[in-house]
């Protein structure tokens, strides 16, 4: 059995991860930033998947630090997952999904209560 890093070292992947970077003339998919060493995010991992046998539109091609904001948000993502019922987490990532604003709004009110010990 292979590890993860070898099988990202096979001509499958290979040839996936440049076919993506072609796709893109590596320009991460999140920021713009343009000709840049850039990585193959997968939106979604499968367990028993090779990092290959997805569809196309599970591959991101991001800049290393957009990679590691996805890592991490999907990190934090798990974390809600485990201390709140699976409905709940949902319905709270689905809201901040889609009140950017708003999440700014609380973020930068907390943040300041945090300066002043509020
Ligand atoms: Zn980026």
């Given at each position: 059995?292979?590890?993860y890093?070898?099988?990202?070292?096979?001509?499958?992947?290979?040839?996936?991860?440049?076919?993506?970077?072609?796709?893109?003339?590596?320009?991460?998919?999140?920021?713009?930033?343009?000709?840049?060493?850039?990585?193959?995010?997968?939106?979604?991992?499968?367990?028993?998947?090779?990092?290959?046998?997805?569809?196309?539109?599970?591959?991101?091609?991001?800049?290393?630090?957009?990679?590691?904001?996805?890592?991490?948000?999907?990190?934090?993502?798990?974390?809600?997952?485990?201390?709140?019922?699976?409905?709940?987490?949902?319905?709270?990532?689905?809201?901040?999904?889609h009140s950017?604003?708003?999440?700014a709004?609380?973020?930068?009110?907390?943040?300041?209560?945090?300066?002043?010990?509020?």
């Amino acid at each position: 059995m292979s590890t993860y890093t070898e099988l990202l070292k096979s001509p499958q992947w290979i040839s996936l991860r440049d076919r993506h970077r072609a796709r893109t003339k590596s320009t991460c998919e999140d920021c713009g930033a343009k000709e840049i060493p850039v990585d193959i995010h997968h939106r979604v991992y499968g367990r028993r998947l090779k990092p290959w046998d997805y569809p196309d539109d599970n591959f991101v091609v991001v800049c290393h630090p957009c990679h590691r904001t996805r890592e991490e948000i999907a990190d934090m993502a798990r974390t809600i997952f485990q201390v709140l019922d699976p409905a709940t987490a949902h319905k709270f990532l689905s809201r901040l999904l889609h009140s950017k604003g708003a999440l700014a709004d609380t973020c930068g009110r907390m943040t300041k209560n945090m300066e002043v010990g509020v």
